[in-house]
């Protein structure tokens, strides 16, 4: 007689996610590196609030004045790849246009 699905030890869990959907999300420590390494020679400050369920970061001078803190991403957005990317170009854009100098960045996944 075959065992029961339900006896314990055939169960199997069953994974709906394909490796390639897998790949295509970053892990949040990953994310916040690629945000640090996006906006250099200037350093970017990370603060994960998991009660709001997001990620903020301020970008500030060598004497630790912020000079812009307009990134701020939901923790589900920030480990999208896309999503990560977009944000990260479009804070360049704007510390580039008020007179910010950065070192050229392309993301590393």
Same mark, same amino acid.
């Given at each position: ?5 339900? /006896?314990?030890? *055939?169960?199997?869990? /069953? *994974?709906? %996610? %394909?490796?390639? +959907?897998?790949?295509?999300?970053? *892990?949040?420590?990953?994310? &916040?590196? +690629? &945000?640090?390494?996006?906006f250099h020679p200037w350093t970017c400050l990370v603060e994960l609030d998991n009660l709001a369920g997001q990620l903020r970061c301020r970008v500030v001078d060598i004497s630790g004045r912020c000079i ?7 923790? %589900? #957005? /920030? /480990? +999208?790849?896309? =999503? ?5 170009? $479009?804070?360049?854009? =704007?510390? $580039?246009? #008020?007179?910010?100098?950065?070192? +050229? ?5």
């Amino acid at each position: 007689m075959p065992k029961s699905p339900l /006896v314990r030890g *055939n169960i199997k869990p /069953v *994974n709906h %996610t %394909t490796r390639a +959907e897998q790949m295509r999300h970053l *892990n949040i420590a990953a994310a &916040i590196s +690629e &945000i640090r390494h996006g906006f250099h020679p200037w350093t970017c400050l990370v603060e994960l609030d998991n009660l709001a369920g997001q990620l903020r970061c301020r970008v500030v001078d060598i004497s630790g004045r912020c000079i812009i803190s307009e990134l701020c991403l939901s923790s %589900t #957005d /920030v /480990v +999208e790849p896309s =999503k990560l990317s977009e944000a990260i170009q $479009q804070v360049r854009a =704007k510390l $580039q246009g #008020d007179g910010f100098a950065l070192k +050229e960045w392309k993301p590393r996944w």
